[in-house]
């Protein structure tokens, strides 16, 4: 039986070829399917395009070591307070996620290759969303957090 973490890295590999692309089709559906978040960000989008693939191939790189991971998420969560964001824009990026990666994977992106992700993003929501509640983020309602 293949882990979540050979999941998380086999489909990351399959879609790396496509570098920025997988970003940018991120950040378009994102903003087509949530554009209350367009605000928080730039008008033009290189650069953000380029720092979100260099973080998802770091948390790839690095998924076998929570402690790294924990640390980088931890990191992304205070930073990203600063620009407007809360807990409650979390699941949206997470389904803008999902939806890129499984555009570009191809025939890597399986049921389970898709709960592997589900899980890994599970965690990125929870630590981040912890480091934004200490930042000062309002939490999303009925959490508790805040």
Known sequence: MTSQTEL???SFAAVEPYGTQVTEYFYDHLFKH????RPLFAEHMGEQRDRLWQALRALVGKVEDTEAVTRMLDGLGTRHVGYGATPA???AVGASLLA????FAGPAWTPETEAAWVAVYGVITDVMGRAMARAGAPAPAGTGHG
Do not use: D, W
């Open 8 to 10: 998380v890295k086999s």
């Open 89 to 91: 824009h979390l699941p």
């Open 100 to 103: 890129a990666l499984k555009h």
């Open 34 to 37: 949530h554009p209350e978040v």
